[in-house]
């Protein structure tokens, strides 16, 4: 079974920094890209970041670019968000997404999430 | 980037109806688009793939159509558990992006 688990999150003030983790099982992680999506309170959804498997690839949002950073280890079968210069606008649940081999774009399995507060 | 429209942003249904929501590209993205379902709470769940693929293990009431910059999502007949809220996503071109959802009650 398929296993994506968030954590990380929590209330950080704005200028903060935060590191959200991903531990994936279930699959060969190795294989699948990987991205994150997130959800701001009573909103929709909104991709973030995804990563190729090799850690080669990496692409980002234009309202994170610069401030995040997504990164992998695949011999810990886990993913990473590294946030910096934290906004009140970052604020959202964290979704951790497994992609296909091919694609990135197709989000098949998700986590429960981790929620990030930016606030003073 | 590309955006996509989703409508309606709300229904209301009941059991057994037929149910429709429709999902306008601001351009071509050819069959490049997804439906995912969202229970309040919860994860959202892959319901359909390039446009009109059933994922495995979705109930065949649900089906989606389309290509080009119009797209359709079904659900044939309405069970209580299909209360949600559904979005489609384009992947022709990053960023990906969703639409603003439809949200699904039952009447």
């Known amino acids: 079974e398929v296993q994506l688990v968030e954590s990380g999150g929590g209330l950080v003030q704005p200028g903060g920094s935060l590191r959200l983790s991903c531990a994936a099982s279930g699959f060969t992680f190795s294989s699948y890209w990987m991205s994150w999506v997130r959800q701001a309170p009573g909103k929709g959804l909104e991709w973030v970041a995804n990563i190729k498997q090799d850690g080669s690839e990496k692409y980002y949002v234009d309202s994170v670019k610069g401030r995040f950073t997504i990164s992998r280890d695949n011999a810990k079968n886990s993913l990473y968000l590294q946030m910096n210069s934290l906004r009140a606008e970052d604020t959202a649940v964290y979704y951790c997404?497994?992609?296909?081999?091919?694609?990135?774009?197709?989000?098949?399995?998700w986590g429960q999430g981790t929620l990030v507060t930016v606030s003073s | 980037d590309i955006q996509m429209t989703q409508s309606p942003s709300s229904l209301s249904a009941s059991v057994g109806d037929r149910v429709t929501i429709t999902c306008q590209a601001s351009?071509?993205?050819?069959?490049?688009l997804n439906w995912y379902q969202q229970k309040p709470g919860k994860a959202p769940k892959l319901l359909i793939y390039?446009?009109?693929n059933l994922e495995t293990g979705v109930p065949s009431r649900f089906s989606g159509s389309g290509s080009g910059t119009d797209f359709t999502f079904t659900i044939s007949s309405l069970q209580p558990e299909d209360i949600a809220t559904y979005y489609c996503q384009q992947y022709d071109n990053l960023p990906d992006t969703f639409g603003q959802g439809t949200r699904l009650e039952i009447k």
């Open positions: 997404a497994r992609g296909g081999v091919f694609s990135g774009s197709c989000y098949y399995y």
């Open positions: 390039d446009a009109s």
């Open positions: 351009q071509d993205i050819s069959n490049y």
